[in-house]
């Protein structure tokens, strides 16, 4: 199993990025697990931004980015996506995707499958 986030960049406040975590692998559907954003910023432990489940692609979100990130999916490419819109400085970070069949797990940060991380900076 592999995960590929990609769609970071430098943006100014108040901008928008979509950020990408195709997944590959032979028996690999991203509808048969929950996935997650995750992020991490210098200095700073690893925080959990959102998922979208497995079955019903239930959505959720850490209260940070509550209203301005939205997590969805393409079954037929096997994708999540994070739209970000109303970005903040604050939202700068290293993001990844993540895997598992519990959310609690991926939640937690334990997540079993991990994509590489793709820099987001907000520019003030």
């Known amino acids: 199993v592999q995960l590929q986030a990609s769609g970071g960049g430098l943006v100014q406040t108040g901008g928008s990025l979509r950020l990408s975590c195709a997944a590959s692998g032979r028996t690999f559907s991203i509808s048969s697990y929950t996935v997650g954003w995750l992020r991490q910023a210098p200095g700073k432990e690893r925080e959990f931004v959102g998922t979208i489940s497995g079955n019903r692609g239930s959505t959720y979100y850490s209260d940070s980015v509550k209203g301005r990130f939205t997590i969805s999916r393409d079954n037929t490419k096997n994708t999540v996506y994070l739209q970000m819109n109303s970005l903040k400085p604050e939202d700068t970070a290293v993001y990844y995707c993540?895997?598992?069949?519990?959310?609690?797990?991926?939640?937690?940060?334990?997540?079993?499958?991990w994509g590489q991380g793709t820099q987001v900076t907000v520019s003030s």
């Open positions: 993540a895997a598992d069949r519990d959310f609690y797990k991926v939640a937690g940060r334990r997540a079993d499958y």
